[in-house]
């Protein structure tokens, strides 16, 4: 399988990576599956000799069962891997058990290890944006797990960008480590990270490990016009915002069957394909609740769309451009390079909107 580097840093992980948030069944993450060790060992072990390198979880996942069976998975197969895990979410009932405050990323981070059976984890990320605590104690907690030696690379999850820009700067500041990567939700059917996220991490090296590329199984092909959709679906279950246009979401699934049958693939396939192809894209993050679906995600690999195709599935899954990017594209978009094909492919009226 195809390597990429994380970003601007050395380390190398695989085009697909396994999320675990099937691992476990508790909680919230139940939407997700409730794979149990026997079966977790099985998709670990697919996983690996399919060429997957990184692994991801965090401690929220089934509160940290996840983490547990992610360890007991990997056995001895631990040191081949990179692990990758994150902090920030609620673990207890005390007023510390969550955020990015010094205390909770040591306590979290010194946790995950002992759940994952191992004395260090490869990319450990803050999971979401902590309001309340300030960056630099934040960052230099990070830095200090580095320097311990319980810590190889720090990320983060869920950032808007100017919180990730704020981080950079600050991290350049203290002349601490810097988030190496950012994971976040892409897909098809929703490119909002195209606005601020995907420039952002092309500008400053941040590489993107990509959740949802199925847009929690809406863009796997059960949600058909004229379809009932499948019960205690996990995209109900978990209320994903992309539920709401039906319409919208039966024509891109709709053009994605045609470009499977074209390659005789699946529909999963092909949405894999296309966020993989993007610019940034370090890895996109795959996920099972069984082997006939590790199987079918992992055929997305060893083949690329064509630049016909992915410009196909960009047009039928454009969004209108949100302020100040419309006014940008409009009055400024030959000098900014991110726009100024669309401007090349469809001129507009100067002012007008999308």
Same mark, same amino acid.
């Given at each position: 399988?195809?390597?990429?580097?994380?970003?601007?840093?050395?380390?190398?992980?695989?085009?697909?990576?396994?999320?675990?948030?099937?691992?476990?069944?508790?909680?919230?993450?139940?939407?997700?599956?409730?794979?149990?060790?026997?079966?977790?060992?099985?998709?670990?072990?697919?996983?690996?000799?399919?060429?997957?390198?990184?692994?991801?979880?965090?401690?929220?996942?089934?509160?940290?069962?996840?983490?547990?069976?992610? !360890?007991?998975?990997? %056995? /001895?197969? @631990?040191?081949? =891997?990179?692990?990758?895990?994150? $902090?920030? #979410?609620?673990?207890?009932?005390?007023?510390?058990?969550?955020?990015?405050?010094?205390?909770?990323?040591?306590?979290?981070?010194?946790?995950?290890?002992?759940?994952?059976?191992?004395?260090?984890?490869?990319?450990?990320?803050?999971?979401?944006?902590?309001?309340?605590?300030?960056?630099?104690?934040?960052?230099?907690?990070?830095?200090?797990?580095?320097?311990?030696?319980?810590?190889?690379?720090?990320?983060?999850?869920?950032?808007?960008?100017?919180?990730?820009?704020?981080?950079?700067?600050?991290?350049?500041?203290?002349?601490?480590?810097?988030?190496?990567?950012?994971?976040?939700?892409?897909?098809?059917?929703?490119?909002?990270?195209?606005?601020?996220?995907?420039?952002?991490?092309?500008?400053?090296?941040?590489?993107?490990?990509?959740?949802?590329?199925?847009?929690? !199984?809406?863009?796997? %092909? /059960?949600? @058909?016009?004229? =379809?009932?959709?499948?019960?205690? $679906?996990? #995209?109900?279950?978990?209320?994903?915002?992309?539920?709401?246009?039906?319409?919208?979401?039966?024509?891109?699934?709709?053009?994605?069957?045609?470009?499977?049958?074209?390659?005789?693939?699946?529909?999963?396939?092909?949405?894999?394909?296309?966020?993989?192809?993007?610019?940034?894209?370090?890895?996109?993050?795959?996920?099972?609740?069984?082997?006939?679906?590790?199987?079918?995600?992992?055929?997305?690999?060893?083949?690329?769309?064509?630049?016909?195709?992915?410009?196909?599935?960009?047009?039928?899954?454009?969004?209108?451009?949100?302020?100040?990017?419309?006014?940008?594209?409009?009055?400024?978009?030959?000098?900014?390079?991110?726009?100024?094909?669309?401007?090349?492919?469809?001129?507009?009226?100067?002012?007008?909107?999308?």
């Amino acid at each position: 399988m195809e390597t990429r580097l994380l970003g601007r840093s050395g380390l190398q992980v695989s085009a697909l990576s396994f999320g675990t948030m099937t691992f476990g069944g508790v909680g919230l993450t139940a939407a997700m599956g409730n794979t149990n060790e026997v079966e977790a060992e099985r998709l670990v072990g697919r996983c690996i000799d399919a060429g997957i390198n990184l692994f991801d979880t965090a401690d929220v996942y089934s509160m940290g069962r996840s983490e547990e069976i992610l !360890g007991v998975a990997l %056995g /001895k197969k @631990r040191q081949d =891997v990179l692990v990758a895990t994150k $902090a920030f #979410a609620m673990m207890g009932p005390g007023p510390n058990q969550l955020g990015l405050s010094r205390k909770h990323l040591i306590s979290a981070c010194e946790a995950s290890l002992k759940r994952l059976n191992t004395d260090y984890v490869d990319l450990y990320q803050a999971h979401s944006f902590d309001a309340l605590t300030p960056l630099d104690e934040t960052l230099r907690a990070f830095e200090d797990l580095v320097r311990s030696g319980k810590v190889r690379y720090i990320g983060c999850s869920n950032l808007g960008g100017w919180q990730l820009m704020k981080a950079l700067s600050v991290a350049d500041q203290l002349k601490t480590d810097r988030y190496v990567s950012q994971q976040i939700y892409y897909s098809a059917l929703d490119r909002d990270a195209e606005w601020d996220l995907v420039p952002l991490g092309l500008d400053q090296g941040v590489g993107m490990l990509v959740y949802g590329p199925l847009a929690s !199984g809406l863009l796997s %092909g /059960k949600y @058909r016009r004229g =379809v009932a959709a499948p019960e205690q $679906a996990r #995209a109900v279950l978990l209320q994903v915002p992309q539920d709401r246009d039906r319409e919208r979401l039966y024509k891109i699934v709709d053009l994605l069957d045609a470009i499977a049958k074209e390659r005789d693939a699946s529909i999963s396939q092909i949405a894999i394909n296309y966020v993989r192809a993007k610019p940034c894209v370090s890895s996109v993050i795959i996920g099972a609740r069984n082997e006939a679906q590790l199987e079918d995600n992992l055929r997305s690999d060893g083949w690329n769309l064509t630049p016909e195709e992915i410009r196909r599935i960009d047009e039928a899954t454009e969004q209108p451009l949100p302020y100040p990017y419309w006014h940008q594209n409009a009055r400024s978009g030959m000098r900014n390079p991110y726009y100024r094909d669309l401007l090349v492919k469809k001129p507009k009226p100067i002012g007008s909107k999308p």
